[in-house]
C-alpha cells in the first residue's frame, strides 16, 4: 500500500474529524449500544495509521472498548502510539499495548504490523464488534472491497468508514488549468496503491453494492473538507501533492501543474474536498441504528 507519513495525517487530522457527518457518527453509537454484551466493544481499525480513527470515535462506543490498531507501516504505528499515550488522560503499558482512560472510557489498545492487501480477514483473528477505517477504501479495488466486506459480514460485525474520497473538488479561485489537473489526479489514483486497480471515487457504491449482498443495511452521508486560510498549511500540502500526481500520469505538462500546483498555494486559496462517510449494520441491529435496508 502506499505509504502516508505521520507529519501529513497529523496535517489532516483536524480537517477530517471536522468533516465527518455527526449523524452517521451517532447511528453508530446506537447500532453498538444495542449490543446484547456486556464486554468491552471490540473494534478493528484497518489501516489505522496514526490512530486518528479511534481518537474520533471513542467517544461514541460507550465505556469499555477493545481496539486493534492495524497498519502495513511500523513507523504508524509507534507514531500511533505516542499520540494516543499523549491524547488520554491517563495511559498504562499492557504488554505490547496500552490501556487509555480518556472521558470516563477505557480503552484498550493493541497494535498490529499487517499487510491486508492478499486478505483482509487476516485481521480477524478475534471476532470484532465493529470494523472501521478512514480514508483507505478509495485507495482499494472493487475486489478487494468485496472481499473485505465479505470477512466483515463472516463477523456479523457493524462496519462504518469515514472519509472516502468521491472525485468532487471545487478550488477557488478558478484556474483555467482545473479540469485538466483534476482529471489528471482521478486517472492518478486509479493505479494500483497495492490493492489492485484503485476504485478510487467509486469505492463508496462498491462498498454499497457488496454490504448489501451480504443482507446489510447501508446508509452514506457526505463528509467534505472544507479548507480555507485556517488550512493553509493543509491547502499547500494537498496542492503540491495534486500536482504531483497530476503531473505523474503524462495527461498534463509538469510545468502546467508546478505552475497550478504553486498558485493554489498562494493566500485566498480555498477548496472543497469531496468525502463520503458510510455504515453497514447486519439485519439484527438495523433497527437500532435507524437504518433500512
Not at 502506499?2 to 474529524?17: I, K, M, N, V, Y
Not at 479548507?227 to 509538469?254: D, I, K, M, Q, S
Request: aromatic share 6%; net charge negative; with cysteine.
Amino acid at each position: 500500500m502506499t505509504g502516508f507519513s505521520p507529519d501529513w495525517l497529523a496535517l489532516r487530522e483536524p480537517a477530517d474529524h471536522a468533516a465527518r457527518d455527526p449523524g452517521l457518527v451517532a447511528a453508530l453509537g446506537c447500532a453498538m449500544r444495542d449490543r446484547a454484551s456486556e464486554d468491552p466493544v471490540r473494534v478493528v481499525d484497518l489501516g489505522c495509521g496514526a490512530g486518528s480513527n479511534l481518537r474520533a470515535l471513542a467517544a461514541h462506543l460507550g465505556p469499555a472498548q477493545a481496539w486493534t490498531l492495524v497498519d502495513h507501516d511500523p513507523a504508524l504505528l509507534a507514531a500511533a502510539r505516542a499520540r494516543l499515550a499523549a491524547w488520554a488522560e491517563r495511559v498504562a503499558e499492557d504488554g505490547d499495548g496500552l490501556v487509555l482512560h480518556r472521558g470516563g472510557a477505557r480503552i484498550a489498545v493493541r497494535f498490529r504490523a499487517l499487510d491486508l492487501a492478499a486478505d483482509p480477514a487476516a485481521a480477524f483473528d478475534e471476532r470484532p464488534d465493529l470494523v472501521t477505517a478512514a480514508a483507505l477504501f478509495d485507495l482499494a479495488s472493487e475486489g478487494w472491497i468485496a472481499a473485505a466486506a465479505g470477512a466483515v459480514a463472516g463477523c456479523g460485525a457493524v462496519f462504518y468508514t469515514a472519509l472516502t474520497y468521491d472525485g468532487q473538488e471545487s478550488w477557488t479561485p478558478a484556474h483555467p488549468a482545473d479540469a485538466a489537473i483534476h482529471a489528471a489526479f482521478l486517472a492518478h489514483q486509479a493505479g494500483d496503491k497495492g490493492f489492485g486497480p484503485a476504485a478510487g471515487p467509486g469505492a463508496t457504491d462498491a462498498l454499497c453494492r457488496a454490504f448489501r449482498a451480504h443482507g446489510y443495511a447501508v446508509e452514506t452521508a457526505a463528509s467534505p473538507w472544507r479548507l480555507g486560510p485556517g488550512e493553509a498549511a493543509l491547502l499547500r500540502e494537498l496542492a503540491e501533492g495534486t500536482a504531483r500526481a497530476a503531473a505523474e500520469t503524462g495527461r498534463v505538462a509538469a510545468a502546467e501543474a508546478e505552475v497550478w500546483g504553486a498558485l493554489r498555494q498562494a493566500p485566498g486559496t480555498g477548496a472543497v474536498i469531496g468525502h463520503r462517510d458510510l455504515l453497514a449494520v447486519p439485519p439484527r441491529l438495523g433497527s437500532a441504528a435507524g437504518l433500512s435496508r
